[in-house]
């Protein structure tokens, strides 16, 4: 195994880079993408965003956004106001992409092959130029933006009693990020530029109470409906100065859960909206666990039982009740449950059939809308709005969505195969050093291809290369560290007591 002690940044990106292309890829932007967006840029400069015929001026309204601290890729803004029924109007605007890239141009074809953002240790390999997802199709603070608006009248209960969606001309305002208003909501000291924010806007402050109220009362409907309670652990390399110092686990918080849950409700209106047009759409569903006999087994292995057909409502009152009693467990089980649960795929709802619905969600209407800049689902799915808005054919067949939808699904497992790759190759640079040690991790895939386990620090993943016989999902074994090999993200455990 190899034994290179030199962690950073730019290795990574090679690796990243070389993984995507092994997969059939992009990259790199061509050519052809670069002149185009030239053109784009041009015509941009000469002709700012202005509100056309149909089109709201919503621009006065206190938009804001909240997203990672470090997320240039702005994609959906929300803003709060009063119904005359004493319910709460929540406003969610979507980037409007399709304005600027068109169908079966250079830059759609790009996006169309990789169909998702790349996320790696190694760096983000977007799905569009960045001078668009960052810049000109990106709903930055401070500039007018077009955009599709989603419009839902909440009542205090967390039900959705009226909806539209509308094209609109919008601006941010306020450019927030996820820790510094949770921390905030949750009690904590204003973070400055949250202060500096609110001297210039003061509305501001009212909208985020506002709009974190209506958030958790649709989230505490969600879950008296089914939706899983999961927390599963993302890591995320942290850097010095080009070198990998440590993967670090981003926690859940109560901002995360407010953007979440208007996504949410805002992807189901436009799945009910395009049904309703009479428009087919790309539905993201989670059918019925695939291992459902396994989650029964964890839950008798620690005191539960759970119906032997799966029942989401049942499953998260398991979670819930686990997490209570066990906090510092939870991340663990929650990530058990969710490789045994399976995963997403994309699929068409054609109006008059059934909607096969999120099982993780419990929803039955879900689509994805709300991020055009990094996901090509989302745009496809706005190209269809727009033209069901405009009372025009739908711009994809039916059998041209059940093709993307096949496609959109094998090439997000392949971007995640490439995102985990990386996230191996991280971890493994920073446990070289500590070959020999020992670790206690929690197994989270036993099949005919192997068996794996994930210990927290460093938070890594790797192979049981010795003594994987009678693991499965869920199981906590102590393990030692065999070998870690930083290129092909390799990382070895050997079962503690098995020769």
């Known amino acids: 195994m190899e034994q290179s002690t030199a962690p950073n940044r730019g290795r990574l990106a090679a690796i990243a880079r070389d993984a995507l292309k092994e997969r059939g890829l992009l990259p790199e932007f061509s050519p052809a993408v670069i002149d185009e967006l030239h053109q784009i840029a041009q015509a941009a400069a000469a002709a700012p965003p202005q509100p056309g015929e149909g089109m709201r001026d919503l621009r006065e309204l206190p938009w804001a956004s909240i997203d990672n601290d470090d997320s240039r890729d702005l994609d959906q803004l929300s803003v709060s106001g009063n119904a005359a029924s004493g319910a709460t109007i929540i406003m969610v605007a979507v980037a409007d992409v399709d304005a600027l890239v068109k169908r079966g141009s250079a830059i759609d074809e790009h996006a169309a092959t990789n169909t ?91 909208q985020l109470r506002t709009q974190d109220r209506v958030a958790q009362a ?18 995320q390399a942290v850097f010095d100065g080009g070198e990998l110092v440590d993967l670090q686990e981003e926690q859940p918080n109560r901002a995360k859960q407010l953007i979440e849950e208007f996504m949410v409700a805002a992807n189901g209106v436009v799945a009910k909206f395009l049904a309703a047009k009479g428009f087919s759409s790309l539905r993201r569903v989670l059918r019925s666990p695939e291992r459902w006999e396994r989650i029964v087994q964890l839950a008798k292995v620690l005191g539960e039982k759970l119906p032997g057909e799966p029942d989401s409502r049942a499953l998260d009152a398991f979670l819930v009740k686990q997490r209570d009693a066990n906090p510092a467990a939870f991340p663990d089980l929650s990530l058990s449950v969710v490789k045994l649960l399976g995963r997403g795929e994309y699929a068409v709802e054609v109006p008059g059939q059934k909607a096969e619905g999120h099982f993780a969600l419990a929803v039955n209407d879900y689509t994805h809308s709300t991020a055009p800049n990094r996901r090509f689902p989302d745009l496809i799915t706005q190209r269809q709005l727009k033209a069901a808005l405009a009372g025009v054919a739908p711009p994809y067949s039916d059998d041209e969505l059940t093709g993307l939808a096949a496609h959109c699904t094998t090439e997000e497992a392949n971007v995640s195969k490439v995102e985990r790759l990386v996230a191996k190759s991280a971890a493994a640079q920073l446990l070289v050093p500590r070959i020999g040690q020992h670790f206690d991790g929690i197994v989270t895939g036993a099949s005919d291809k192997g068996t794996w386990v994930r210990i927290s620090h460093p938070a890594a993943e790797g192979r049981v290369v010795k003594g994987a016989k009678g693991l499965d999902v869920g199981d906590r074994v102590k393990v030692t560290l065999l070998g870690a090999d930083v290129g092909r993200g390799f990382i070895d455990f050997g079962r503690d007591g098995v020769r």
Do not use: C
């Not at 996820?178 to 509305?203: C, E, I, R, T």
């Not at 649709?218 to 890591?235: C, D, N, Y």
């Open 116 to 206: 998702t953002s790349v996320y790696t240790a190694g760096g983000i390999f977007p799905m569009l130029p960045e001078q668009l997802s960052t810049d000109l199709t990106s709903l930055n603070e401070g500039v007018d933006r077009l955009a599709i608006v989603v419009e839902m009248t909440v009542n205090q209960d967390g039900t959705v009693q009226a909806s539209d969606v509308y094209r609109a001309l919008v601006r941010n305002h306020a450019k927030l990020a996820y820790n510094a208003v949770a921390a905030w909501l949750d009690g904590g000291a204003m973070p400055p530029h949250l202060q500096s924010l609110l001297a210039k806007f003061p509305a501001l402050e009212e």
């Open 218 to 235: 649709m989230r505490k409907l969600r879950h008296e409906h089914g939706a899983l309670r999961l927390q599963t652990p993302e890591a």
